[in-house]
């Protein structure tokens, strides 16, 4: 479980994406990957609140 109070505490990130004009040369996957220190910040935002997403 992450921190109680993480959702509070630490900004909600999105995913970036590459720019459209990119997109169009291919049938790739478009969004752009987080670094393992940017995903940990988002997972401490977990609550284990047991929903399944």
């Not at 909600?12 to 994406?17: A, E, I, S």
């Amino acid at each position: 479980m992450g921190k109680v109070t993480g959702f509070l505490e630490i900004d909600r990130q999105v995913h970036k994406y590459q720019p459209a004009s990119d997109r169009i040369r291919h049938f790739r996957e478009f969004t752009l990957p987080m670094s393992d220190k940017e995903v940990e910040k988002q997972a401490a935002r977990c609550m284990d609140c047991g929903i399944p997403y």
